[in-house]
């Protein structure tokens, strides 16, 4: 069995992170490591969340984490020092 054990953030600043983007590479970590995309959608609607609290014309920083470990993978989603999205899902 391959070992999936991994750490990557990004950064996006400014413009913030457009969701789809966000969600399109989480779909490809979750194939990556062998799981089915269950929390993409969560993640998603979080994100959109985050981006409408924002003021307009404000700058918006998003943060993304992806931590594969011990059979489990992290991501974690912060926006302006935040917390919008957190999920732990098992790696087959």
Do not use: W
């Not at 069995?1 to 969701?19: K, R, Y």
């Not at 062998?34 to 918006?60: D, F, I, N, S």
């Not at 993304?64 to 790696?91: C, M, P, W, Y």
């Amino acid at each position: 069995m391959a070992s999936h054990d991994f750490f990557f953030a990004l950064e996006f600043s400014s413009q913030g992170a457009p969701a789809p983007l966000v969600e399109e590479l989480a779909s490809q970590v979750l194939k990556y490591v062998g799981c089915t995309a269950t929390p993409v959608p969560q993640m998603t609607a979080a994100l959109e969340h985050a981006v409408a609290k924002t003021t307009a014309g404000g700058e918006r920083r998003c943060d993304v984490q992806f931590r594969a470990h011990a059979g489990k993978l992290d991501i974690l989603i912060t926006s302006n020092g935040g917390r919008v999205f957190q999920e732990t899902v098992a790696i087959p």
